[in-house]
């Protein structure tokens, strides 16, 4: 029985910085696992199914898959490696249809001594099994193939840093194509003389790889753009910051016409830069930094993308002068990107200890994934949260109640009517108080609400969506139905399109009070 641990975020923002805020999430780490197993070392996300790398789990590391439609994550089968002592297996992962890939990058294979492999697995009735196990046969000595990779149909490409002064001290990149006979390779990318090659990402036909070219000190980080044609992949344009900078291309994201490059920078705040593809070629979208600006906050050491949300990993943010972590949620929203939350586990504040939080993370459905492989959980063998990706846009400011605190609401869920999937959670509360909570189609300022200390920032006609008790941790939260409000003696629905406005009103000392506002418009 696995541990579960139920957690929530702090509102750690300064009040000219707010953002909206997840309230809940799980936590859990499997149960039996070893001192430093690392579970978390990667993640990736498939609707509902997780796969998590664990790269020190028992003998050689494994992966862990894991159903999240189900009340608590339930594990539906764990991976293990082939038994390789110095493996590594789960430093990468990655998920496609019934395809999955785990990246071993010190395994012995007769390419090479601790040169690297990647585990192919293909979901075969209910279980996963082993299809093939891909290494280059040129490979050397701890070159790390599999440190990054992915999967996009029948293509695989797979990343190599650390190739030996036989291929020139550059990396390189494989390519594989799956075929009657199995996964074929049918390419080598090496990268430019002394250059390096860290992350690499595909969809369809585009590819991104991102290294560091030129050597160090002079060299800088770049991302090469390839695409596929009859004679393979081919470089079509290269993605490089305007000033040198030896991390650019750390971490990469495609969907769609978007490309996303991380930048987690030494010495100085991080970076995240997003491009569009455009008829004259791929164009800046925003080089985002994020709300919270810190020197050396790691930010963009991890970044994925799914349609206008973009989440970024900031592993060296300090939160109350603790070095924990972070990830950072943007949203494109009238022509633009904005930051909409940052989260942080509420436990990793409470209980510092030595933490590389946003480090792994993983976007799709409207959840959100992070691995924390060096968290604590009994033997530090790391821990996996699960997010719900937030929704909305937070509005006027609260009065702060009698604990000194900002009441804040969040929303979780889809923003699609017909989902029917919208859960608002009241976060600050006192034990036992109880919330009302309040929608409404407009905006309006009404200070001092019905005698108590909050202002009321909705206009009327006021709907009541229904009551709570706040839980022992100052929660509490309603589903609602968007195509079901309670209004008078009947129901109305909401539109997509519609903007809608949203506040819990709640007991207080010596009165009552109103949290912050949320406005969220449906689809």
């Given amino acids: 029985m696995r541990r579960m641990i139920r957690l929530c975020l702090a509102a750690l923002l300064l009040p000219a910085t707010a953002l909206s ?46 159903d999240l439609d189900s009340l608590e994550p339930r594990l539906i089968q764990r991976l293990p490696s082939g038994g390789d002592l110095l493996g590594h297996m ?30 192919v697995y293909e979901l075969q009735g209910d279980a996963w099994q082993q299809q093939d196990r891909i290494f280059p046969l040129d490979g050397d000595p701890f070159s790390r193939f599999g440190q990054a990779c992915g999967i996009d149909g029948d293509h695989i490409l797979v990343c190599a840093p650390f190739m030996s002064s036989a291929h020139g ?37 585009l590819a991104l790889i991102g290294g560091h070219r030129g050597g160090y000190p002079n060299g800088s980080g770049v991302v090469d753009v390839y695409e596929r044609g009859p004679a393979g992949w081919t470089r079509s344009d290269t993605l490089a910051p305007l000033s040198r900078s030896q991390y650019f291309g750390a971490a990469v994201a495609i969907d769609g016409l978007r490309v996303v490059v991380g930048e987690p920078r030494l010495g100085e705040p ?29 930010l963009g050491t991890a970044v994925k993308l799914r349609g206008e949300v973009l989440i970024a990993g900031a592993p060296q943010r300090r939160i109350e002068n603790k070095l924990i972590g972070a990830i950072d949620v943007w949203r494109w929203k009238d ?41 604590f959980a009994g033997a530090l063998a790391g821990v996996a949260y699960l997010f719900h990706e937030p929704l909305g846009w937070p509005g006027c400011r609260g009065v702060p109640t009698v604990l000194n605190k900002q009441a804040i609401l969040v929303a979780q869920g889809s923003p699609e009517v017909a989902d ?9 509360l006192l034990l036992g108080r109880e919330v009302v909570f309040l ?72 009165s009552t009070n109103l949290s912050r506002s949320l406005s969220i418009t449906f689809e």
């Avoid at 780490?29 to 998590?52: D, M, R």
């Avoid at 586990?345 to 209980?351: D, K, S, T």
């Fill in 21 to 66: 805020q997840h309230s809940e999430m799980v936590a859990w780490t499997p149960s039996g696992l070893e001192f430093q197993a690392y579970f978390g070392s990667a993640v990736a996300l498939q609707g509902s199914l997780a796969l998590i790398g664990g790269r020190n789990a028992g003998v050689g590391g494994a992966g862990f898959l894991y």
């Fill in 90 to 119: 789960g430093e990468a992962v990655a998920l496609d249809g019934k395809f999955a890939l785990i990246g071993d990058t010190y395994d012995t294979t007769p390419g090479g001594y601790s040169a690297g492999s990647v585990h």
């Fill in 169 to 205: 001290q550059r990396g390189a990149v494989f390519a594989y194509e799956r075929r009657s006979t199995g996964w074929v390779h049918t390419q080598t990318i090496y990268a430019d003389p002394k250059s390096r090659f860290y992350s690499v990402v595909l969809q369809g036909d």
């Fill in 270 to 298: 991080g970076h995240v830069h997003v491009y569009r593809r455009t008829n004259s070629g791929w164009v800046s979208e925003g080089d985002l930094t994020g709300r919270k600006v810190q020197i050396e906050d790691g």
């Fill in 335 to 375: 022509g633009e990107w904005r930051q909409q939350a940052e989260l942080i586990p509420r436990a990793l504040i409470e209980n510092p200890h030595t933490s590389w939080f946003g480090a792994h993370i993983a976007i799709d459905d409207h959840r959100i994934l992070a691995g924390n492989e060096h968290a």
């Fill in 420 to 428: 029917r999937r919208l859960r608002l959670e009241a976060i600050g």
């Fill in 439 to 510: 929608a409404s189609r407009g905006t309006d300022t009404v200070p001092g609400y019905q005698g108590g200390e909050g202002t009321l920032c909705l206009a009327e006609p006021l709907l009541r969506l229904g009551t709570g008790t706040a839980d022992i941790q100052g929660l509490v939260h309603l589903d609602v139905n968007p195509v079901q409000l309670p209004f008078g003696s009947g129901h109305i629905s909401i539109q997509p399109g519609e903007t809608w406005w949203f506040q819990a009103f709640f007991e207080d000392i010596p």
